[in-house]
């Protein structure tokens, strides 16, 4: 499949402080025989930009305007796409806009965090229709699928007659759910439960959907890059903050998994050198919002306060700046090593938390960077990131639409492992 950099193209959704970064723009094919690869490309090219008319879809695709015409009725005819009022005023015929019908497809998307798990259903526009959750101390097996089971059944029923439309499911997970066992207090015997569970495929045995599997912040990278901050930027680092630090890695405008799918690990970055010390201590250690949590029930307070808003408010900001000036030294520390050895002209962070505390972390981090000598190499601009705490399920949910639609049906998963291996 072709691409080329578009710096004209328009960025209906770009957030004004982004960067004018041009991005990439699908590029069809006129020759016979590639109706379905141009069919994607239509509908990428109106996922980009927003609703267009025919002749401004021919000047992107480099279709002829009779193939892109042939193209929209039929989608038209499919349910996939809508036309819009005409646009009047303007010499000549009115054009009229095509836009994507948002009850042409639905997604899944389910998060299965350490703390929590969040079920979401999207429409074809990537709006979230439908969302359940459950909170946990830690995930059991035992409890959770059961759970999962429900929610999925409501996820279904909620969609009514148009459940037919469902393309398929996206899971985000940590690639290890029974992981740092101790540093959670989680009698091990619960833990040890995933060891031997197959996700994919206990989640395959719920539904009749196709299911892609991801890493957790992974997803939440990919939502990032779809439908937020990221979608004008070529390569990214991305932070994600919720009960443990993690990240995605985006080059070139596709999310890179690396030889494992765990490209963009941050958290488990070390804070210092190995020496005759001892084992150095890992960035979560010090970033992640376990470490606030802990710090408020110390104290005696409710650690809920980390994602409520209070987090900011007395008696818990005492706490808060504590945490906030580790979390951004651990952070910076990521960051300077990630710029180095990538090259990177930004940094995304988000997390679970509310804009108020993402944006004092990020004032925190760029505080913390101007402690490192930059010689020899570019410093990132760090920038908040634009979806939050639904990040990783909605990543997830966009995981089978682009596999169903989207021209480059491997934009999230290049070099990812299958879920078999995960």
Known sequence: MAYEIDPLSPMSSRPASAPTTPKLRPRGSNHVGMRQYNERVVLQAIRLNGELPKADLARLTHLSTQTVSLIVNALIDDGLLIKREPLRGRVGQPSVPIALNPEGAFAIGVKI?????????????????????????????????PELQRMLGHCVASLGSLSHRLTGMGVAAPLSLGGWQTLLGVPSDQASRWNDIDLAERVSAMTDLPVHLIKDTAAAC??????????????????????????????????????????????????HAANSGGVPAQVLSAASLFNLQRLYESAGLDPQAAVDGRALEPPWANYTRVWLRNAAQAMALAIANAACLLDLGDVIVDGVFGRDLLSRLIAHIEEALDAYSWEGVTRPSVRAGTIGSDARALGGALLPLYAEFAPDPELFLKNQPSPATV
């Not at 929590?116 to 229709?129: E, K, N, P, Q, Y």
């Not at 979608?231 to 995605?248: E, H």
């Open 222 to 271: 990919v939502a990032e890059l779809v439908a937020g901050r990221g979608r004008s930027m070529k390569s990214f680092l991305y932070l994600f903050v919720d009960t443990f630090v993690g990240g995605g890695l985006v080059i070139d405008s596709h999310l890179y998994g690396g030889a494992g799918g765990n490209a963009g690990a941050v958290g488990s970055m070390p804070l």
């Open 113 to 145: 965090g350490r703390r929590s798990m969040d079920v979401l259903v999207i429409d074809f526009t990537g709006a979230v229709r439908e969302r359940f959750g459950v909170q946990y101390d830690f995930p059991d097996p035992i409890t959770l699928f």
